[in-house]
């Protein structure tokens, strides 16, 4: 199964994530990021986590509101797009 595109309705806004050449491209809060596919894993888990903010709200100390199986979920989720 190929998943072209997938939008998650977030708390702060929702989230765009379609597939490009590279990876995905993921658009929240009018901003595009590069999620490649080939990047390390600390990499791509650091998105996912500024994708857990949006998603989800972030806790008073700028962290996302979010356990790290939800961030590991949204990874996923990205990866399974991208074609990771």
């Not at 590279?22 to 994708?51: P, S, T, W």
């Amino acid at each position: 199964m190929l998943i072209k595109a997938m939008t998650i309705a977030g708390e702060v806004d929702d989230v765009t994530i379609r597939r490009s050449e590279r990876g995905a491209v993921i658009c929240a809060n009018e901003v595009e990021i590069e999620f490649e596919r080939h990047a390390k894993h600390e990499e791509r888990f650091g998105i996912a986590q500024n994708l857990a903010e949006v998603v989800y709200g972030s806790k008073q100390r700028g962290k996302p509101n979010a356990t790290n199986s939800m961030i590991h979920d949204l990874q996923r989720a990205v990866e399974q797009v991208a074609g990771c």
